[in-house]
């Protein structure tokens, strides 16, 4: 349904439509909602978060008592959706990244909910008691697997340099049995554990627009370990996958201190792919508001997949669904569509603890969320993490059943028609 805003009182009095009073003027509307200044400020101050408890639930930035709302849904989904509290915040860890316990919504116990979702939710059905043919759609329940390729193979397609160096360092270290697989797969006697693009390609054989990949093009660096992009075979694994799949690129660690370093890695793989690169993730998503979104703006990228946290899952923006980026430091809006992820498969297993049945579980929650209020549920997997052998043994389970539930609930919102709450 399309949406106005207006500031001409003659405009606002004339409608017919159905329409909320957002100021402080006494007009003759029957939902009124007394603003909070933020959507007003053209400055970044620090705001007043104190929780503003409704129906068993707590929300932010209260309004007044004449409000059809207790809270402003719109102050607090700008505060959410323009990642407002990172632009504030001067402490971060190790990578530089924003750390989510400082989060609003972690701190509430509210990352696991698409709150900006549920309140939209919550201000349709407020508009449909007031008017009684207003029709309201949810967003319906999408999906998109994304992968990224950090690391293309465990052992194959090294250098020997490289091969020689890491034999030696399992050689000291006692590791015999990694060194025997390692030259297994050199030999061509054991398929690279790291290699699961067949398993990948027929799980998705008849989904294939549901997967996206991201691919780490760059040198090499402390971070950045994968096989060079000069390796013919590598060359060939990227090709075959653009052919059935979207490719987007994975900006290196070191791309967010060199400006030059991010356009030549997309120039790389728009080379080795002939066509235009147009969605990135960056690598350990190293995300910093502002410039990390102005750099991916200027060197031609349209959609951006980093918004997640690395060490926890949930909602970061407190939505499931993809949002224009907003500069807030130039007040102004932008083309840069950001699609937040609900979770990475190493915060599971690495920094929650969880065994393969609790992460399903939590996962099942998630999509139950998306399912109830719309938006797109995106996951975020890397190669390896589906080879199930080793510290992943047992996971490959987690990702058939997410991609099973997931096409499931699309499929199924995808036959709902419109409706009336």
Sequence with gaps: ??????????????????????????????????????????????????????????????????????????????????RYEEYLMREFDEHKRYPSHHSILYRNNLLHKPVVNQWAYIVA?????????????????????????????????????????????????????????????IRGEKKDPYDTYDYIRQLYGGRKELLHFFILLSKASK???????????????????????????????????NKRELRREIKTLEAITQRKVRSSRQHFLRLKLPATYRRLIKAGIHDDYTLGYANQVGFRAGTSSAFWFYDLNKDA????RIHPFQFMDVAFKNHLKCSPDEAKEIIGEMMLEIRNYGGTFISLWHNESLSDQGEWAGW????????EQAIKYKDESAANKLHKI
């Design 1 to 82: 349904m399309p949406v106005m805003i207006t500031d001409n009182l003659h405009e606002f009095k004339r409608s017919s439509f159905p329409k909320i009073n957002y100021s402080l003027l006494p007009l003759d509307c029957p939902l009124k909602m007394h603003p909070h200044p933020i959507l007003f400020q053209h400055h970044i101050n620090f705001q007043s978060l104190e929780a503003v408890p409704f129906e068993d639930d707590v929300y932010f930035f209260e309004s007044s008592a004449d409000s059809f709302l207790p809270f402003d849904p719109f102050a607090a989904s700008f505060y959410l959706i323009s």
């Design 125 to 185: 059905e407020k508009i449909s008691k007031i008017y009684a043919d207003f029709e309201y759609q949810p967003p319906r329940f999408d999906f998109r697997s994304t992968i990224d390729i950090d690391n293309a193979w465990a052992y194959k397609n090294k250098s020997w340099l490289r091969t020689a160096g890491a034999l030696a360092k399992g050689f000291l270290n006692g590791n015999r049995q990694r060194n025997e697989e390692r030259l297994q797969v």
């Design 223 to 257: 971070y950045d370990r994968n096989v060079s992009p000069e390796n013919e075979q590598l060359k060939q694994l990227v090709r075959r996958l653009s052919e059935d799949f979207e490719l987007g690129i994975h900006p290196s660690y070191r791309s967010t201190k």
């Design 333 to 336: 809006p932008t083309r840069l």
């Design 396 to 403: 490959r389970t987690v990702f058939e059943q997410m991609t």
